[in-house]
């Protein structure tokens, strides 16, 4: 029995897909939006209702479903406390806490970054498993964290674009009826919009940036055929990536995940995309065959692959192509739960075989 304690919302398929494979679950879901363009409403808004929601949910999976999960699969660091506290508090030794999707990050240095990394190694001693969405990632926790008792394996992230049938796809997008073609870029997470805008000074074509996060976007003179979409969530979100021309994916780390949601709903959607050559997308793409990979910080090698697919046609419905077949091969809901699921069964049979040892 496995439980999924979900703060965002599932995709059409979860469900479904769970049924279809036969898996025995138990989804306790409530959509808390943790979207913020100031930190405060994150500290005095979201965080709280999300511990809360935590709290609750936990108290229902842990004590009072029977029979108990297996495994309780979470997604954020007030889950994975709250899940902590009520599986002590109640003696509840036989479920697997599985922290889904983490990601540590280093972005203010001096105690704050200390204090996390004190935290994290405080929850990862109760902690059975972590999922991680790149294969340096793995490596990377697994040795910074080799003081706790959780094992850390890599997953590729994966989703199914439930919203395709309601957008303007290809032919009614407003690209298709636009003069200039349309360049969007997105995402708020360790993005370097600096190389774009620098990269786009020459290009004829209208920017498209959606980003709600205002300190993720640098204090530089903005082109007039760029906008700067905060405010562009769900199908908004999907509506602007189906419309691009290209999608565009400036990244700033190499060292965490970052990208892969955006890089993942492009694909889907069948856009040519260009993204920067981190390890953590390289698990995902090829250069050149479902996406164009340049390095890091370089905005002519980036102009250059704007412009390139820009002028041709073909190179670009090609590479739309690709992308669209790689998402149906490797990334849609189905192959995500499925590679979670084996993940899972082979942490429970190495515990089994650890037992008889």
Not at 52 to 72: E, Q
Not at 246 to 258: M, Q, R
């Amino acid at each position: 029995m496995i439980h999924f304690i979900c703060h965002y919302a599932l995709d059409s398929d979860f469900r479904p897909t769970l049924r279809r494979m036969g898996v025995r679950h138990k989804i306790f879901l409530k959509e808390i939006k943790m979207n913020y363009r100031y930190r405060l409403m994150l500290a005095m808004n979201r965080m709280p209702k999300l511990f809360l929601f935590a709290m609750v949910h936990s108290f229902r999976s842990c004590v009072l479903s029977r029979p108990a999960p297996d495994f309780a699969i979470i997604s954020s660091d007030m889950e994975a406390v709250a899940y902590i506290l009520i599986k002590h508090l109640f003696f509840r030794s036989k479920t697997k806490i599985v922290f889904n999707s983490f990601i540590f990050t280093k972005s203010h240095g001096g105690f704050i970054d200390r204090g996390k990394y004190i935290f994290f190694c405080l929850i990862f001693k109760f902690i059975d498993l972590a999922i991680v969405h790149s294969r340096l990632e793995q490596e990377r926790y697994s040795h910074l964290f080799n003081g706790g008792k959780a094992v850390f394996r890599f997953v590729p992230w994966g989703t199914t674009i439930d919203a395709l049938p309601r957008l303007r796809v290809n032919a009614k997008s407003s690209a298709a009826n636009n003069r200039n073609p349309i360049v969007v870029a997105a995402g708020r997470s360790k993005r370097d919009y600096a190389t774009l805008f620098k990269a786009m000074e020459t290009v004829d074509a209208e920017l498209r940036v959606i980003c709600d996060h205002k300190d993720a976007i640098p204090p530089l003179n903005i082109g007039k055929h760029t906008a700067i979409l905060s405010n562009c969530h769900g199908d908004d979100y999907l509506q602007e990536l189906s419309d691009a021309t290209v999608v565009v994916i400036p990244l700033a780390e190499g060292d965490i995940s970052a990208g892969q949601m955006v890089l993942i709903h492009a694909m889907g959607l069948g856009k040519a995309v260009i993204v920067t050559a981190t390890p953590g997308i390289q698990d995902y793409v090829s250069d050149r065959s479902d996406a164009w990979l340049v390095p890091m910080g370089d905005d002519s090698a980036m102009r250059q692959a704007i412009e390139g697919l820009l002028v041709n046609d073909g190179e670009r419905e090609r590479m739309g192509r690709n992308a669209k077949d790689t998402y149906a091969q490797r990334f849609d809901t189905g192959h995500y739960l499925e590679r979670i699921v084996d993940v899972l069964e082979e942490f429970q049979n190495t515990e089994i075989r650890r037992a008889f040892e």
